[in-house]
């Protein structure tokens, strides 16, 4: 059985204050929670006041993103090593706002992972397809060229510290969502390429996440399916009663 697990991606929102009074709340809601992973990545600038918040619970830290060189002349980055010293376990990568905003490609997302793994954090790697390409018959073709770029010389042992967040973009805080029967289909189909890039005993425990607009609402329908595995939250992470919302029917 795959552990569920939940991660809040708070986007480019909260101040310091904001983030230290939210995480507050969320460990006091679920900060003993142990059926269930939770994570929470708030902005670059509330990791360490974050991190302190989270000491004896079990709400991890995660980032945003990274960069994959250690050091050097990268104005506005941040690397590995920085996310470790203020107490990060998982990073974001992929996400489809970098994709679309940031020029983020399957190149870069692949050495992102590679540095990540080789730091020994966590990636949670998103991959999902945009309105026009399901539309347009393309959706398969995009999801396999996001998993199979993202997992490029990553060895199986890897392979297994990786979690996968599937997330169509035409339902990323547009309030639209996947059916459940949707989302599973997308999932049984990334566990299929991890099957072929692994075996089966590897892609039957790598996490895949839903992420689209779930909410308290739908997220008991999308995760009782067979192959969701937890959520990457973005909006309804921003409020601790409706992320606990989320994670109680876990």
């Given amino acids: 059985m795959r552990k569920k697990f939940i991660a809040g991606n708070w986007k480019m929102n909260t101040t310091i204050d904001e983030a230290v009074a939210l995480a507050k709340d969320v460990v006091k809601t ?6 269930v992973d939770i994570a929470i990545c708030p902005p ?10 989270l ?16 050091k050097g002349a ?5 690397s590995c090593a920085m996310l ?13 706002e970098q994709r679309t905003y940031f020029h983020e490609t399957n190149e870069t997302v692949n050495k992102k992972v590679k540095a990540t793994l080789a ?15 399901r539309k347009s018959g393309k959706m398969d073709a995009v999801i396999e ?16 510290k990786c979690t996968i967040a599937y997330e169509p973009v035409w339902a990323i805080g547009t309030g639209e969502t996947a059916t459940p029967q949707q989302a599973n289909e997308a999932h049984i189909f990334i566990r299929k390429l991890l099957v072929k890039l692994y075996g089966t005993s590897t892609a039957e425990q790598i996490r895949i996440q839903y992420g689209g607009s779930m909410k308290a609402d739908n997220a008991k329908a999308l995760l009782g399916q067979s192959d969701v595995d937890g959520g ?16 109680k029917p876990v």
């Fill in 232 to 247: 990457l939250i973005g909006g309804a992470s921003l409020k601790a009663s409706d992320f606990a919302g989320i994670v």
């Fill in 84 to 96: 470790k010293s203020v107490g990060v376990t998982y990073v974001i990568i992929g996400h489809s």
């Fill in 55 to 70: 000491k004896g619970s079990t709400v991890k830290l995660g980032a945003q993103d990274v960069h994959w060189e250690a």
């Fill in 145 to 160: 060229s996001h998993t199979v770029g993202a997992f490029a010389g990553i060895s199986a042992e890897d392979a297994l």
């Fill in 119 to 133: 730091a020994g954090l966590l990636p949670i790697i998103c991959v999902g397809e945009t309105l026009e390409e």
């Fill in 44 to 53: 670059y600038t509330s990791l360490y006041a974050v991190s302190e918040v």
């Fill in 74 to 78: 990268f104005t506005g980055k941040v």
């Fill in 30 to 35: 679920m900060g003993n929670t142990s059926d």
